[in-house]
């Protein structure tokens, strides 16, 4: 085990030995000794007063070591680019789009992230003005006239983001079965029921991710967490970025009007959109985007616009809503005086969310909290080499020649590891165990 904690470009860790006194080995020792002081930091952490994570893409992507690795979650951006460019269905486009366009997702800019790949054809298809004719051509793909061939596409690498984000196979629960995804399902529990240990009198968490995912609600419904994710409504929930200056409330004496926020909250706020936000009418709404509640692959397939990605490119598409509120909110929450990020399974690929999380940096007291490891040609590299002690990079470098190795940056070793652990969980799991029981008894 190679741990670090660098507070700048110190690591903290180094010199840490353990004692053998109970028997084990010493590098067990010395793991253990640097683990409890990477926890007692980040507890206090948790007490910060203004307290923000941002989960990117490896936070979904589980895989169980027990079954050969065997992937259940999501995929994270390299991986499903590299899939979805083999795919036999996509070879006739992938030669069209080297021959005729001279795009080659081989290059580096598409090789390893679908998004720019996304991106770029958005912005192509602008170009050529051809996205009013896509519904009218039921022709072959090489027949169609260039903006049609690069809407359908779109349409296609689209679907298939769609599909892999829904992962419906591993989530479909047969009757008395379990689904293939629990385990992923109870890491996320855990994270954030271990995130209700916060003192309850500090402001509410921040949770912001990357991930079109919905593991974060699936969680926080079965936790029975309240969370504000910029929906309102009953029946029909469209988004309204007011809603994200609320709290969930209970009247604390009930001969006067004074109130309390509960502490089961969160606020979640996904900034590059989810597999269920459509656009749709809606009566009297000012915004149009609308948050569907049993979302399906088939029908979703062929809605008008799917928000799953930031369109035409995410600088710019960030501009129009619902981005730029979710943006806003970010920056803004980055902008308080005494604040901290933590990200997780974020790889700091992306311009936009990097330049307001830098812009941040001019406020003295902001703080940076890198779950990640650092190298030559990455951004938590480049921070690594900024030698601020504000910026915290935790982690583990990864050993060579082991492959399915998981190191302590990603998601899982951090929740069952870095995160301390105040709540009564054994508590939790006999009252869950409880109420499935009674369950059983009123049937």
């Known amino acids: 085990m190679e741990l670090y904690f660098f507070k700048g470009n110190e690591n903290i860790l180094e010199g ?37 994570f941002l989960l990117g893409s490896g936070c979904s992507s589980y895989k169980l070591e027990s079954d050969e690795f065997k992937e259940i979650g999501i995929p994270v951006m ?11 269905e996509f070879k006739t486009q992938k030669e069209w789009l080297k021959k005729d366009l001279l795009i080659d997702v081989t290059h580096k ?75 992923l399902i109870n890491l996320y529990k855990k994270f954030y029921r271990k995130l209700l240990s ?19 609600e699936r969680a926080m419904d079965l936790l029975g967490i309240h969370y504000v994710n910029g929906f309102t409504g009953g029946i029909s929930k469209f988004f309204n970025p007011a809603i994200f ?4 409330a209970e009247k604390m004496d009930l001969s006067q009007s004074k109130w309390g926020v509960i502490d089961n909250f969160f606020y979640l706020y996904k900034i590059h ?28 397939k062929d809605k008008e616009s799917i928000m799953i990605h930031p369109t035409p490119l995410k600088y710019n598409a960030s501009l129009g809503s619902p981005y730029s509120d979710l943006f806003r909110e970010f920056q803004k929450k980055l902008m308080l005086s005494n604040n901290i990020l933590v990200t997780i399974g974020y790889s700091f690929s992306d311009e936009h969310i990097n330049n307001l999380i ?58 069952e590891q870095i995160m301390p652990d105040l709540t009564a969980e054994d508590l939790d799991k006999k009252m869950e165990t409880t109420i499935n029981n009674l369950k059983d008894l009123l049937r």
């Not at 084990?24 to 206090?44: G, H, N, P, W, Y």
């Not at 001019?362 to 080499?385: C, M, W, Y």
Request: charged letters at 25%; hydrophobic letters at 35%.
């Open 16 to 52: 840490l030995k353990g004692k053998t006194d109970n028997g084990i080995s010493e590098e067990q020792a010395t793991a253990e000794v640097k683990i409890k002081k990477i926890q007692d930091s980040f507890l206090k952490v948790l007490d910060n007063k203004n307290l923000s």
């Open 78 to 88: 390299a991986t499903l680019a590299k899939e979805f460019y083999s795919l036999p």
């Open 109 to 183: 800019n598409f090789a390893s992230n679908l998004e720019n790949f996304l991106s770029t054809l958005h912005s192509l298809s602008f170009y050529y003005s051809g996205i009013s004719e896509l519904k009218k051509n039921d022709e072959k793909f090489v027949d169609m006239p260039v903006p049609n061939k690069i809407n359908s596409i779109i349409i296609q690498a689209r679907n298939f983001l769609l599909k892999k984000c829904l992962n419906s196979e591993n989530i479909k629960v047969e009757e008395g079965d379990e689904s293939i995804d629990k385990p």
């Open 198 to 216: 916060r003192n309850s009198t500090l402001p509410k968490l921040n949770i912001f991710t990357t991930n079109y995912d919905l593991y974060s």
């Open 245 to 248: 200056n609320y709290a969930l």
């Open 273 to 300: 959109g989810s597999v269920n936000w459509v656009q749709a009418d809606g009566e009297n709404k000012l915004f149009n985007v609308k948050e569907i509640q049993e979302p399906t692959f088939d029908s979703l």
């Open 358 to 415: 830098f812009q941040a940096f001019t406020i003295p007291s902001f703080r940076l909290i890198v779950i990640g490891e650092p190298n030559d040609i990455n951004q938590i590299g480049k921070l690594l080499e900024l030698d601020d002690t504000r910026i915290w990079i935790i982690g583990e470098k990864w050993p060579s020649g082991k492959d399915n190795y998981i190191p302590l940056y990603f998601f899982k070793r951090f929740v």
